[in-house]
Protein backbone atom coordinates (compact mmCIF):
# COMPACT_ATOMS: atom_id res chain seq x y z
CA UNK A 1 0.00 0.00 0.00
CA UNK A 2 1.48 3.63 -0.65
CA UNK A 3 2.39 5.60 2.01
CA UNK A 4 1.16 9.26 1.57
CA UNK A 5 2.16 12.75 2.74
CA UNK A 6 0.15 15.59 2.48
CA UNK A 7 1.92 19.07 2.55
CA UNK A 8 -0.41 21.98 3.31
CA UNK A 9 0.47 25.50 4.00
CA UNK A 10 -1.42 28.46 6.33
CA UNK A 11 -0.94 32.32 6.92
CA UNK A 12 0.14 33.42 3.35
CA UNK A 13 1.33 31.41 0.51
CA UNK A 14 4.86 30.95 -1.43
CA UNK A 15 6.73 30.80 1.96
CA UNK A 16 8.68 27.39 0.62
CA UNK A 17 5.99 24.56 1.15
CA UNK A 18 7.48 23.00 -2.75
CA UNK A 19 11.22 23.31 -1.01
CA UNK A 20 9.76 21.46 2.50
CA UNK A 21 8.04 18.98 0.61
CA UNK A 22 10.42 18.23 -1.82
CA UNK A 23 13.00 18.10 0.91
CA UNK A 24 10.99 15.10 2.71
CA UNK A 25 11.02 13.43 -0.27
CA UNK A 26 14.61 13.23 -0.84
CA UNK A 27 14.98 12.30 2.89
CA UNK A 28 13.01 9.20 2.61
CA UNK A 29 14.71 8.71 -0.43
CA UNK A 30 17.93 8.83 1.40
CA UNK A 31 16.35 5.72 3.77
CA UNK A 32 15.66 3.58 0.72
CA UNK A 33 12.14 4.60 -0.44
CA UNK A 34 10.48 5.26 -3.79
CA UNK A 35 9.26 8.37 -3.68
CA UNK A 36 6.79 10.46 -6.24
CA UNK A 37 5.05 13.35 -5.65
CA UNK A 38 2.04 15.28 -6.92
CA UNK A 39 1.10 18.70 -7.11
CA UNK A 40 -2.14 19.92 -6.67
CA UNK A 41 -2.58 24.02 -7.94
CA UNK A 42 -6.79 24.88 -7.23
CA UNK A 43 -6.71 27.35 -10.08
CA UNK A 44 -9.02 26.70 -13.17
CA UNK A 45 -6.73 26.78 -15.55
CA UNK A 46 -6.05 23.60 -17.13
CA UNK A 47 -2.45 24.09 -17.03
CA UNK A 48 0.23 26.34 -16.53
CA UNK A 49 1.09 26.81 -20.12
CA UNK A 50 -0.73 30.04 -20.74
CA UNK A 51 0.17 32.13 -17.58
CA UNK A 52 2.21 35.10 -17.91
CA UNK A 53 5.54 33.66 -15.83
CA UNK A 54 5.91 37.38 -14.00
CA UNK A 55 2.58 36.25 -12.29
CA UNK A 56 2.94 32.55 -11.84
CA UNK A 57 6.51 31.75 -12.10
CA UNK A 58 7.94 29.71 -14.72
CA UNK A 59 6.26 27.43 -17.06
CA UNK A 60 7.87 24.12 -16.38
CA UNK A 61 8.07 21.57 -19.24
CA UNK A 62 7.91 17.46 -18.58
CA UNK A 63 9.29 14.67 -20.71
CA UNK A 64 5.51 14.37 -22.15
CA UNK A 65 4.82 17.66 -22.73
CA UNK A 66 3.08 18.32 -19.81
CA UNK A 67 3.34 22.56 -18.50
CA UNK A 68 3.25 22.13 -15.09
CA UNK A 69 3.48 24.64 -12.19
CA UNK A 70 7.50 24.77 -11.44
CA UNK A 71 7.05 23.08 -8.24
CA UNK A 72 7.14 19.96 -9.99
CA UNK A 73 10.92 21.03 -10.77
CA UNK A 74 11.73 21.32 -7.36
CA UNK A 75 10.34 17.42 -7.16
CA UNK A 76 12.08 15.86 -10.22
CA UNK A 77 15.89 18.32 -8.79
CA UNK A 78 15.17 16.44 -5.58
CA UNK A 79 14.35 13.51 -6.49
CA UNK A 80 15.83 12.68 -9.36
CA UNK A 81 12.35 11.30 -10.95
CA UNK A 82 10.41 12.08 -14.10
CA UNK A 83 6.77 12.74 -13.57
CA UNK A 84 4.13 13.37 -16.40
CA UNK A 85 1.91 15.52 -16.91
CA UNK A 86 -0.81 13.62 -14.11
CA UNK A 87 1.23 14.63 -11.60
CA UNK A 88 0.15 18.43 -12.00
CA UNK A 89 -3.56 18.52 -10.57
CA UNK A 90 -5.60 21.60 -11.34
CA UNK A 91 -9.13 22.34 -10.82
CA UNK A 92 -9.48 22.92 -14.26
CA UNK A 93 -8.23 19.59 -15.16
CA UNK A 94 -10.89 17.98 -12.25
CA UNK A 95 -13.79 19.52 -13.33
CA UNK A 96 -13.05 18.79 -17.04
CA UNK A 97 -12.90 15.32 -16.23
CA UNK A 98 -16.32 15.33 -14.53
CA UNK A 99 -17.77 17.48 -17.03
CA UNK A 100 -17.17 14.87 -19.49
CA UNK A 101 -17.84 12.04 -17.72
CA UNK A 102 -21.18 13.58 -17.11
CA UNK A 103 -21.51 14.19 -20.73
CA UNK A 104 -21.29 10.11 -21.78
CA UNK A 105 -23.54 9.72 -19.20
CA UNK A 106 -21.41 8.05 -16.38
CA UNK A 107 -23.51 9.21 -13.55
CA UNK A 108 -26.28 7.37 -14.48
CA UNK A 109 -28.60 10.59 -14.48
CA UNK A 110 -27.67 11.50 -10.77
CA UNK A 111 -27.53 15.28 -9.63
CA UNK A 112 -23.35 16.20 -10.17
CA UNK A 113 -22.19 17.41 -7.13
CA UNK A 114 -18.48 18.96 -5.96
CA UNK A 115 -19.64 16.17 -2.74
CA UNK A 116 -19.16 13.43 -3.75
CA UNK A 117 -18.33 13.64 -7.91
CA UNK A 118 -15.63 16.22 -7.47
CA UNK A 119 -13.96 14.92 -4.50
CA UNK A 120 -14.14 11.45 -5.55
CA UNK A 121 -12.54 12.08 -8.69
CA UNK A 122 -9.69 14.39 -6.76
CA UNK A 123 -9.28 11.39 -4.69
CA UNK A 124 -9.49 8.97 -7.88
CA UNK A 125 -6.43 10.71 -9.88
CA UNK A 126 -4.31 10.78 -6.50
CA UNK A 127 -4.69 7.09 -6.09
CA UNK A 128 -3.74 6.39 -9.87
CA UNK A 129 -0.72 8.65 -10.44
CA UNK A 130 0.67 7.60 -6.92
CA UNK A 131 1.01 3.85 -8.71
CA UNK A 132 3.15 5.15 -11.59
CA UNK A 133 6.90 3.91 -11.91
CA UNK A 134 8.83 7.52 -11.51
CA UNK A 135 12.28 5.94 -11.71
CA UNK A 136 14.53 3.58 -13.39
CA UNK A 137 13.16 0.93 -11.10
CA UNK A 138 10.25 0.28 -13.10
CA UNK A 139 8.41 -0.18 -9.87
CA UNK A 140 5.84 1.42 -8.09
CA UNK A 141 6.68 3.90 -5.40
CA UNK A 142 6.71 3.83 -1.80
CA UNK A 143 5.64 7.25 -1.07
CA UNK A 144 4.02 9.85 -2.53
CA UNK A 145 4.37 13.54 -1.51
CA UNK A 146 0.94 15.34 -2.26
CA UNK A 147 1.66 19.39 -2.32
CA UNK A 148 -1.61 21.77 -1.65
CA UNK A 149 -0.70 25.16 -3.22
CA UNK A 150 -2.41 27.82 -1.94
CA UNK A 151 -3.45 28.57 1.86
CA UNK A 152 -6.08 26.90 4.12
CA UNK A 153 -9.42 28.52 3.40
CA UNK A 154 -9.06 30.01 0.11
CA UNK A 155 -12.73 29.34 -1.53
CA UNK A 156 -11.31 27.77 -4.36
CA UNK A 157 -9.27 24.41 -2.66
CA UNK A 158 -12.12 23.91 -0.67
CA UNK A 159 -12.53 21.05 -2.57
CA UNK A 160 -9.18 19.78 -2.11
CA UNK A 161 -9.23 19.90 1.16
CA UNK A 162 -12.60 18.15 1.55
CA UNK A 163 -11.35 15.15 -0.60
CA UNK A 164 -8.20 14.84 1.14
CA UNK A 165 -9.86 14.66 4.71
CA UNK A 166 -12.31 11.92 2.88
CA UNK A 167 -8.62 10.10 1.41
CA UNK A 168 -7.33 10.02 5.17
CA UNK A 169 -9.66 7.06 5.98
CA UNK A 170 -9.89 5.82 2.09
CA UNK A 171 -6.34 4.64 2.53
CA UNK A 172 -5.93 4.73 6.40
CA UNK A 173 -4.43 6.42 9.34
CA UNK A 174 -0.66 4.54 8.97
CA UNK A 175 -0.48 5.11 5.22
CA UNK A 176 -1.65 9.39 5.69
CA UNK A 177 0.59 11.82 7.45
CA UNK A 178 0.03 15.83 7.02
CA UNK A 179 2.72 18.36 7.14
CA UNK A 180 1.59 21.51 7.59
CA UNK A 181 3.44 24.83 6.88
CA UNK A 182 3.17 27.87 8.70
CA UNK A 183 4.69 31.38 8.97
CA UNK A 184 5.86 32.66 12.31
CA UNK A 185 6.59 36.41 12.01
CA UNK A 186 9.34 37.74 14.27
CA UNK A 187 8.04 40.92 15.54
CA UNK A 188 11.59 43.28 17.88
CA UNK A 189 13.06 39.98 18.19
CA UNK A 190 9.79 37.91 19.52
CA UNK A 191 8.60 35.04 17.41
CA UNK A 192 5.01 35.42 17.14
CA UNK A 193 2.28 32.30 17.28
CA UNK A 194 -0.64 33.36 17.17
CA UNK A 195 -0.65 32.71 13.24
CA UNK A 196 0.33 29.53 13.46
CA UNK A 197 -2.28 28.60 16.06
CA UNK A 198 -5.00 30.62 14.06
CA UNK A 199 -4.51 28.39 10.83
CA UNK A 200 -4.52 25.00 12.66
CA UNK A 201 -7.38 25.75 14.03
CA UNK A 202 -9.04 26.27 10.48
CA UNK A 203 -7.17 23.32 9.23
CA UNK A 204 -8.51 21.36 12.27
CA UNK A 205 -11.99 22.68 11.48
CA UNK A 206 -11.82 21.15 8.34
CA UNK A 207 -11.25 17.87 9.26
CA UNK A 208 -7.46 17.47 8.90
CA UNK A 209 -5.11 16.92 11.93
CA UNK A 210 -1.59 17.97 11.53
CA UNK A 211 1.22 15.44 12.07
CA UNK A 212 3.98 18.03 11.80
CA UNK A 213 3.97 21.65 11.78
CA UNK A 214 6.78 22.87 10.12
CA UNK A 215 7.41 26.68 11.65
CA UNK A 216 8.78 28.58 8.49
CA UNK A 217 11.32 31.60 9.33
CA UNK A 218 11.97 34.58 7.40
CA UNK A 219 15.16 35.32 8.46
CA UNK A 220 18.42 33.78 9.47
CA UNK A 221 17.30 33.05 13.06
CA UNK A 222 15.94 29.54 14.15
CA UNK A 223 13.17 28.27 15.59
CA UNK A 224 13.28 29.11 19.83
CA UNK A 225 12.93 26.18 22.49
CA UNK A 226 10.24 28.55 24.16
CA UNK A 227 8.16 28.82 20.82
CA UNK A 228 8.32 25.46 19.79
CA UNK A 229 6.55 24.76 23.38
CA UNK A 230 3.85 27.28 22.78
CA UNK A 231 2.97 25.78 19.58
CA UNK A 232 3.18 22.67 20.99
CA UNK A 233 0.52 23.22 23.11
CA UNK A 234 -1.88 25.44 21.95
CA UNK A 235 -1.81 23.29 18.58
CA UNK A 236 -2.23 20.06 19.97
CA UNK A 237 0.79 18.46 19.18
CA UNK A 238 3.80 16.78 20.53
CA UNK A 239 6.81 18.64 20.81
CA UNK A 240 9.06 16.73 18.18
CA UNK A 241 6.03 17.51 16.26
CA UNK A 242 7.13 20.90 15.52
CA UNK A 243 10.26 21.92 13.70
CA UNK A 244 11.89 24.34 12.19
CA UNK A 245 12.54 26.22 8.40
CA UNK A 246 14.88 29.59 9.07
CA UNK A 247 16.55 31.01 5.68
CA UNK A 248 19.62 29.29 5.10
CA UNK A 249 22.57 30.49 2.61
CA UNK A 250 21.34 27.54 0.43
CA UNK A 251 17.78 25.95 -0.08
CA UNK A 252 19.60 22.81 -0.21
CA UNK A 253 20.43 22.53 2.93
CA UNK A 254 17.02 22.66 4.20
CA UNK A 255 16.82 19.08 4.00
CA UNK A 256 19.68 18.55 6.19
CA UNK A 257 17.63 20.91 8.44
CA UNK A 258 14.67 18.95 8.90
CA UNK A 259 16.60 15.35 9.11
CA UNK A 260 18.93 17.32 12.09
CA UNK A 261 15.43 17.81 13.65
CA UNK A 262 14.43 13.84 13.37
CA UNK A 263 11.19 14.52 10.61
CA UNK A 264 12.62 10.98 9.31
CA UNK A 265 12.59 9.07 12.49
CA UNK A 266 8.84 10.40 13.45
CA UNK A 267 7.20 10.12 10.11
CA UNK A 268 9.10 6.46 10.11
CA UNK A 269 7.08 5.87 13.29
CA UNK A 270 3.72 7.53 12.22
CA UNK A 271 3.57 5.30 9.04
CA UNK A 272 4.74 2.59 10.00
CA UNK A 273 7.40 2.21 6.95
CA UNK A 274 9.70 -0.18 8.69
CA UNK A 275 6.70 -2.26 7.44
CA UNK A 276 7.80 -1.88 3.84
CA UNK A 277 10.73 -4.37 3.99
CA UNK A 278 12.68 -2.36 1.53
CA UNK A 279 15.73 -4.31 0.16
CA UNK A 280 18.87 -4.10 1.00
CA UNK A 281 19.78 -2.62 -2.62
CA UNK A 282 17.53 0.56 -2.06
CA UNK A 283 18.80 1.10 1.03
CA UNK A 284 22.43 1.16 0.11
CA UNK A 285 21.23 3.61 -3.20
CA UNK A 286 19.46 5.62 -1.02
CA UNK A 287 22.61 5.95 1.74
CA UNK A 288 24.89 6.91 -0.90
CA UNK A 289 22.56 9.47 -2.42
CA UNK A 290 22.68 11.04 1.34
CA UNK A 291 26.26 10.88 1.31
CA UNK A 292 26.98 12.50 -1.84
CA UNK A 293 24.04 15.30 -1.23
CA UNK A 294 25.83 16.13 2.33
CA UNK A 295 29.62 16.46 0.21
CA UNK A 296 27.89 18.77 -1.94
CA UNK A 297 26.63 20.80 0.74
CA UNK A 298 29.86 21.28 2.48
CA UNK A 299 31.51 21.83 -0.67
CA UNK A 300 29.61 24.66 -1.22
CA UNK A 301 30.33 25.95 2.19
CA UNK A 302 33.98 25.98 1.47
CA UNK A 303 33.72 27.70 -1.96
CA UNK A 304 36.25 30.62 -2.33
CA UNK A 305 36.26 31.90 -5.69
CA UNK A 306 33.29 33.23 -7.62
CA UNK A 307 31.96 33.10 -11.31
CA UNK A 308 29.59 36.16 -12.53
CA UNK A 309 27.47 35.43 -15.01
CA UNK A 310 25.36 37.40 -16.65
CA UNK A 311 21.29 36.75 -17.39
CA UNK A 312 19.73 39.05 -20.04
CA UNK A 313 16.21 38.54 -20.15
CA UNK A 314 12.49 39.96 -20.36
CA UNK A 315 11.02 39.18 -17.17
CA UNK A 316 14.01 39.67 -15.02
CA UNK A 317 11.79 41.81 -12.21
CA UNK A 318 9.98 38.24 -10.86
CA UNK A 319 13.34 36.08 -10.68
CA UNK A 320 11.01 32.71 -10.20
CA UNK A 321 10.25 33.03 -14.42
CA UNK A 322 14.06 31.54 -15.23
CA UNK A 323 13.68 29.25 -11.91
CA UNK A 324 15.12 26.26 -14.26
CA UNK A 325 17.93 28.39 -15.41
CA UNK A 326 19.27 29.64 -12.12
CA UNK A 327 18.97 26.29 -10.69
CA UNK A 328 21.04 24.84 -13.76
CA UNK A 329 23.75 27.62 -13.29
CA UNK A 330 23.85 26.65 -9.59
CA UNK A 331 24.29 23.03 -10.16
CA UNK A 332 27.01 23.52 -12.81
CA UNK A 333 28.56 26.17 -10.48
CA UNK A 334 28.71 22.76 -7.28
CA UNK A 335 30.05 20.93 -9.69
CA UNK A 336 33.13 23.13 -10.75
CA UNK A 337 33.29 24.66 -7.03
CA UNK A 338 32.62 28.18 -7.61
CA UNK A 339 30.40 30.43 -5.74
CA UNK A 340 28.10 31.64 -8.30
CA UNK A 341 26.73 35.62 -8.66
CA UNK A 342 24.07 36.59 -11.21
CA UNK A 343 23.55 40.28 -12.37
CA UNK A 344 20.37 40.43 -13.77
CA UNK A 345 19.82 42.56 -16.64
CA UNK A 346 16.63 43.29 -18.53
CA UNK A 347 17.62 43.32 -21.70
CA UNK A 348 15.72 46.29 -23.04
CA UNK A 349 17.41 48.24 -21.02
CA UNK A 350 20.18 47.51 -23.27
CA UNK A 351 18.77 49.55 -26.15
CA UNK A 352 19.25 53.12 -27.48
CA UNK A 353 16.03 54.12 -26.44
CA UNK A 354 16.89 53.69 -22.38
CA UNK A 355 19.60 55.88 -22.97
CA UNK A 356 17.36 58.68 -23.92
CA UNK A 357 14.99 57.85 -21.64
CA UNK A 358 16.78 56.55 -18.89
CA UNK A 359 20.92 56.78 -18.96
CA UNK A 360 21.41 55.91 -15.36
CA UNK A 361 20.10 52.37 -16.12
CA UNK A 362 21.36 52.13 -19.55
CA UNK A 363 24.81 52.58 -18.19
CA UNK A 364 24.30 49.89 -15.80
CA UNK A 365 23.35 47.13 -18.18
CA UNK A 366 25.64 48.06 -20.25
CA UNK A 367 28.71 48.44 -17.59
CA UNK A 368 26.82 44.11 -16.39
CA UNK A 369 27.56 43.29 -19.76
CA UNK A 370 31.10 44.86 -20.60
CA UNK A 371 32.26 42.91 -17.46
CA UNK A 372 30.43 39.63 -17.59
CA UNK A 373 32.52 36.10 -17.01
CA UNK A 374 29.34 34.73 -19.39
CA UNK A 375 25.99 35.95 -20.94
CA UNK A 376 22.81 34.09 -20.70
CA UNK A 377 20.01 34.39 -22.93
CA UNK A 378 17.02 32.80 -21.70
CA UNK A 379 13.76 31.70 -23.34
CA UNK A 380 10.90 34.36 -23.94
CA UNK A 381 7.82 35.03 -26.19
CA UNK A 382 7.33 38.40 -27.73
CA UNK A 383 9.19 41.41 -29.32
CA UNK A 384 9.80 43.27 -26.67
CA UNK A 385 13.17 43.24 -25.72
CA UNK A 386 14.70 41.30 -28.10
CA UNK A 387 16.57 44.23 -29.90
CA UNK A 388 18.43 44.17 -26.38
CA UNK A 389 19.21 40.76 -26.24
CA UNK A 390 20.61 40.73 -29.88
CA UNK A 391 22.60 43.94 -28.48
CA UNK A 392 23.92 41.50 -25.74
CA UNK A 393 24.73 38.10 -28.16
CA UNK A 394 26.57 40.69 -30.66
CA UNK A 395 28.60 41.48 -27.49
CA UNK A 396 29.17 38.29 -26.64
CA UNK A 397 29.91 36.93 -30.24
CA UNK A 398 32.75 39.96 -31.11
CA UNK A 399 34.55 39.87 -27.25
CA UNK A 400 34.68 36.15 -26.90
CA UNK A 401 32.05 36.19 -23.85
CA UNK A 402 31.22 32.61 -23.31
CA UNK A 403 27.66 32.59 -24.63
CA UNK A 404 24.76 30.40 -23.73
CA UNK A 405 21.69 31.16 -25.94
CA UNK A 406 18.40 28.69 -24.64
CA UNK A 407 15.23 29.03 -26.88
CA UNK A 408 14.48 32.90 -27.92
CA UNK A 409 18.10 32.93 -26.78
CA UNK A 410 19.13 30.48 -30.00
CA UNK A 411 16.51 32.10 -32.11
CA UNK A 412 18.22 35.92 -31.67
CA UNK A 413 21.81 34.33 -32.13
CA UNK A 414 20.99 33.33 -35.70
CA UNK A 415 19.41 36.77 -36.03
CA UNK A 416 21.96 38.37 -34.84
CA UNK A 417 24.59 36.60 -37.36
CA UNK A 418 22.18 37.00 -40.07
CA UNK A 419 22.74 40.71 -39.21
CA UNK A 420 25.98 41.51 -38.43
CA UNK A 421 28.22 38.92 -40.68
CA UNK A 422 26.43 38.08 -43.70
CA UNK A 423 24.84 41.87 -43.88
CA UNK A 424 20.96 40.94 -43.82
CA UNK A 425 20.07 44.26 -41.99
CA UNK A 426 16.38 43.42 -41.93
CA UNK A 427 17.09 39.89 -41.00
CA UNK A 428 14.37 38.77 -37.65
CA UNK A 429 11.89 36.61 -36.86
CA UNK A 430 8.19 35.82 -37.95
CA UNK A 431 7.38 36.15 -34.32
CA UNK A 432 7.86 39.64 -34.35
CA UNK A 433 7.08 40.47 -38.60
CA UNK A 434 4.61 38.20 -39.16
CA UNK A 435 5.07 39.59 -43.27
CA UNK A 436 9.04 39.90 -42.88
CA UNK A 437 10.85 39.68 -45.86
CA UNK A 438 13.55 38.33 -44.33
CA UNK A 439 12.92 35.74 -41.77
CA UNK A 440 15.70 33.85 -40.53
CA UNK A 441 12.89 32.58 -37.53
CA UNK A 442 9.56 31.52 -39.18
CA UNK A 443 6.19 29.66 -38.02
CA UNK A 444 6.34 25.49 -37.57
CA UNK A 445 4.44 24.56 -40.72
CA UNK A 446 1.78 21.61 -38.10
CA UNK A 447 1.12 24.62 -35.43
CA UNK A 448 -1.98 26.23 -35.50
CA UNK A 449 -2.41 29.83 -35.92
CA UNK A 450 -5.71 30.30 -33.90
CA UNK A 451 -5.76 28.31 -30.81
CA UNK A 452 -3.12 29.53 -28.34
CA UNK A 453 -3.34 26.56 -25.38
CA UNK A 454 -1.29 23.54 -26.06
CA UNK A 455 0.23 24.62 -29.69
CA UNK A 456 3.65 24.13 -29.54
CA UNK A 457 6.20 21.46 -29.84
CA UNK A 458 6.54 20.40 -26.58
CA UNK A 459 8.25 17.97 -24.73
CA UNK A 460 11.34 15.44 -24.89
CA UNK A 461 12.64 15.22 -28.65
CA UNK A 462 16.03 13.91 -29.86
CA UNK A 463 18.67 15.80 -31.16
CA UNK A 464 21.38 14.39 -33.70
CA UNK A 465 24.73 15.76 -33.75
CA UNK A 466 26.08 15.84 -37.20
CA UNK A 467 29.25 15.19 -38.99
CA UNK A 468 30.07 18.99 -39.22
CA UNK A 469 31.06 18.81 -35.93
CA UNK A 470 33.48 15.68 -36.26
CA UNK A 471 37.10 15.93 -37.14
CA UNK A 472 38.66 13.47 -39.39
CA UNK A 473 41.41 12.68 -41.48
CA UNK A 474 40.49 12.64 -45.60
CA UNK A 475 40.82 9.11 -45.94
CA UNK A 476 38.83 8.03 -43.66
CA UNK A 477 35.99 10.09 -43.67
CA UNK A 478 32.38 9.39 -43.92
CA UNK A 479 30.85 10.22 -47.76
CA UNK A 480 28.75 12.96 -46.75
CA UNK A 481 29.49 17.22 -46.85
CA UNK A 482 29.72 18.79 -43.74
CA UNK A 483 26.02 19.97 -43.74
CA UNK A 484 24.59 16.89 -45.05
CA UNK A 485 22.14 15.71 -41.90
CA UNK A 486 22.46 12.34 -40.49
CA UNK A 487 19.20 10.58 -39.60
CA UNK A 488 19.18 8.72 -36.24
CA UNK A 489 22.55 9.28 -35.37
CA UNK A 490 24.04 6.79 -37.57
CA UNK A 491 26.53 8.07 -40.05
CA UNK A 492 25.76 6.46 -43.43
CA UNK A 493 28.26 3.63 -44.13
CA UNK A 494 29.26 3.16 -40.51
CA UNK A 495 26.27 1.83 -39.04
CA UNK A 496 26.32 1.38 -34.64
CA UNK A 497 28.65 4.03 -34.37
CA UNK A 498 26.18 6.09 -33.28
CA UNK A 499 27.26 9.25 -35.86
CA UNK A 500 30.56 8.91 -34.98
CA UNK A 501 33.47 7.95 -37.12
CA UNK A 502 35.70 4.73 -35.93
CA UNK A 503 38.50 7.52 -36.71
CA UNK A 504 37.08 10.74 -35.57
CA UNK A 505 36.63 12.84 -32.70
CA UNK A 506 34.76 16.06 -32.34
CA UNK A 507 35.54 19.98 -32.28
CA UNK A 508 32.10 20.36 -30.73
CA UNK A 509 32.08 21.36 -27.04
CA UNK A 510 28.80 20.85 -27.21
CA UNK A 511 28.78 17.13 -28.12
CA UNK A 512 31.73 16.97 -26.09
CA UNK A 513 29.99 17.91 -22.91
CA UNK A 514 27.59 14.98 -23.98
CA UNK A 515 29.96 12.31 -23.56
CA UNK A 516 30.58 12.58 -27.52
CA UNK A 517 26.81 10.73 -28.15
CA UNK A 518 25.72 11.01 -31.27
CA UNK A 519 21.96 11.49 -30.06
CA UNK A 520 20.62 13.25 -26.98
CA UNK A 521 17.12 14.39 -25.73
CA UNK A 522 16.79 17.48 -24.18
CA UNK A 523 13.08 18.97 -23.96
CA UNK A 524 11.35 21.57 -25.89
CA UNK A 525 8.84 24.54 -25.89
CA UNK A 526 8.77 26.89 -28.62
CA UNK A 527 6.39 27.50 -31.81
CA UNK A 528 9.17 29.52 -34.02
CA UNK A 529 12.50 27.94 -35.70
CA UNK A 530 15.37 28.80 -37.93
CA UNK A 531 14.03 28.96 -41.38
CA UNK A 532 15.39 25.87 -43.30
CA UNK A 533 15.63 28.07 -46.06
CA UNK A 534 18.33 30.17 -45.01
CA UNK A 535 20.65 26.98 -42.86
CA UNK A 536 22.86 26.59 -46.12
CA UNK A 537 23.94 30.09 -46.20
CA UNK A 538 23.82 30.65 -42.61
CA UNK A 539 26.64 27.57 -42.38
CA UNK A 540 28.32 28.50 -45.12
CA UNK A 541 29.30 31.79 -43.29
CA UNK A 542 30.40 30.25 -40.25
CA UNK A 543 27.17 29.69 -38.25
CA UNK A 544 27.73 25.77 -37.77
CA UNK A 545 24.40 23.69 -36.68
CA UNK A 546 25.65 20.80 -35.27
CA UNK A 547 22.67 19.26 -34.11
CA UNK A 548 19.47 18.86 -35.61
CA UNK A 549 16.47 16.83 -35.48
CA UNK A 550 15.78 12.79 -36.87
CA UNK A 551 15.26 14.07 -40.17
CA UNK A 552 17.92 16.81 -40.63
CA UNK A 553 15.05 19.53 -41.11
CA UNK A 554 15.46 21.36 -38.14
CA UNK A 555 17.94 23.54 -35.94
CA UNK A 556 18.25 22.45 -32.47
CA UNK A 557 21.90 23.64 -31.59
CA UNK A 558 24.15 25.97 -33.17
CA UNK A 559 27.92 26.49 -31.83
CA UNK A 560 30.76 29.00 -33.46
CA UNK A 561 34.04 26.89 -34.12
CA UNK A 562 36.58 29.70 -33.29
CA UNK A 563 35.10 31.06 -30.30
CA UNK A 564 35.64 30.08 -26.66
CA UNK A 565 32.30 28.79 -25.90
CA UNK A 566 29.52 30.32 -28.05
CA UNK A 567 26.23 27.70 -27.81
CA UNK A 568 23.16 27.97 -28.37
CA UNK A 569 20.04 25.45 -28.17
CA UNK A 570 16.53 25.59 -29.38
CA UNK A 571 15.28 23.10 -26.48
CA UNK A 572 15.12 23.84 -22.60
CA UNK A 573 18.40 21.75 -21.53
CA UNK A 574 17.72 23.45 -17.89
CA UNK A 575 14.33 21.31 -17.35
CA UNK A 576 16.49 17.78 -17.15
CA UNK A 577 19.18 19.60 -15.06
CA UNK A 578 20.03 17.59 -11.33
CA UNK A 579 22.32 18.95 -8.70
CA UNK A 580 24.68 15.65 -8.88
CA UNK A 581 24.18 15.77 -12.87
CA UNK A 582 24.10 19.59 -13.99
CA UNK A 583 23.09 19.90 -17.48
CA UNK A 584 25.69 19.41 -20.15
CA UNK A 585 25.32 22.71 -21.98
CA UNK A 586 25.05 24.41 -18.64
CA UNK A 587 28.12 23.12 -17.29
CA UNK A 588 30.09 23.86 -20.10
CA UNK A 589 28.94 27.31 -20.11
CA UNK A 590 29.97 28.06 -16.33
CA UNK A 591 33.39 26.12 -16.86
CA UNK A 592 34.38 28.28 -19.54
CA UNK A 593 33.42 31.41 -17.80
CA UNK A 594 35.60 29.87 -15.46
CA UNK A 595 38.84 29.55 -17.59
CA UNK A 596 39.85 27.47 -20.62
CA UNK A 597 41.62 24.62 -17.81
CA UNK A 598 38.18 24.27 -15.95
CA UNK A 599 36.76 23.43 -19.36
CA UNK A 600 39.14 20.78 -20.69
CA UNK A 601 38.82 19.53 -16.98
CA UNK A 602 35.08 18.97 -17.36
CA UNK A 603 34.91 17.93 -20.65
CA UNK A 604 37.19 15.18 -20.16
CA UNK A 605 35.16 13.93 -17.11
CA UNK A 606 31.88 14.55 -19.23
CA UNK A 607 33.69 12.13 -21.47
CA UNK A 608 34.22 9.71 -18.87
CA UNK A 609 31.05 9.83 -16.91
CA UNK A 610 28.23 11.54 -18.12
CA UNK A 611 24.82 9.52 -17.48
CA UNK A 612 21.57 11.04 -19.18
CA UNK A 613 18.99 12.08 -16.97
CA UNK A 614 16.20 10.23 -18.59
CA UNK A 615 14.88 6.76 -17.89
CA UNK A 616 15.62 4.51 -20.66
CA UNK A 617 12.49 3.81 -22.16
CA UNK A 618 11.62 7.41 -23.31
CA UNK A 619 15.02 7.73 -24.80
CA UNK A 620 13.23 6.62 -28.72
CA UNK A 621 12.52 8.10 -32.16
CA UNK A 622 10.73 11.82 -32.47
CA UNK A 623 7.83 10.08 -33.94
CA UNK A 624 7.16 7.62 -31.10
CA UNK A 625 7.79 10.72 -28.71
CA UNK A 626 5.28 12.85 -30.68
CA UNK A 627 2.61 10.12 -30.07
CA UNK A 628 3.36 10.08 -26.43
CA UNK A 629 3.01 13.77 -26.02
CA UNK A 630 -0.16 13.99 -28.29
CA UNK A 631 1.68 16.62 -30.77
CA UNK A 632 0.14 16.18 -33.82
CA UNK A 633 0.10 18.55 -37.45
CA UNK A 634 -3.61 20.61 -37.46
CA UNK A 635 -5.50 19.14 -40.72
CA UNK A 636 -5.80 20.70 -44.10
CA UNK A 637 -9.23 22.11 -43.02
CA UNK A 638 -7.30 24.39 -40.00
CA UNK A 639 -8.58 22.04 -37.19
CA UNK A 640 -6.27 21.40 -34.32
CA UNK A 641 -6.08 17.67 -33.24
CA UNK A 642 -4.54 18.10 -29.68
CA UNK A 643 -4.30 20.57 -26.86
CA UNK A 644 -0.73 22.07 -26.06
CA UNK A 645 -0.22 26.21 -24.87
CA UNK A 646 1.88 29.72 -24.89
CA UNK A 647 3.30 31.65 -22.81
CA UNK A 648 2.29 35.12 -22.93
CA UNK A 649 4.81 37.48 -22.96
Not at 625 to 632: D, F, I, K, P, S
Request: proline share 7%.
Amino acid sequence: MTKFILVSGGVVSGIGKGIIASSTGLLLKTAGLKVTAIKIDPYMNIDAGTMRPTEHGEVYVLNDGGEVDLDLGNYERYLDVTLSRDNNITTGKIYREVIERERRGEYLGKTVQIVPHVTNAIQDWIDRVSKIPVDNSGKEPDLCIIELGGTVGDIESAPFIEAMRQFQFRVGHDNFALVHVSLVPDMHGEQKTKPTQTTVHALRGLGLLPDVIACRLLGPNPLEKATKEKISMFCHVAFEQVVGVHDVTSVYHVPLLLQAQGIVEYLGKRLNLLALQIPEEMISKGSSLGMKWKSMIKGQERLFDQVKIVLVGKYTEFKDSYMSVIKALEHSAFRVKRELVIQWVESSDLEPPTQVSDPAKYHDAWRSIVGAGGILVPGGFGQRGTEGMILAIKWAREQKVPFLGICLGFQLAVVEWARNVLGVQDATSAEFESDAAQPFIVFMPEISRTHMGGTMRLGLRPTVFQPNANIADLETSPPESPSTPVANGAAKGYPGMNGIHPSTSTWSKARQLYGNAGKVWERHRHRYEVNPAEVPRLEASGLTFVGKDERGERMQILELRNHPFFVGLQPHPEFCSRPLNPSPPFLGFIATACGASVLEEQLEEQLKSFKPPHPEDVMIGEEALRARTRERPIRSDGVMTVRTSPEPE
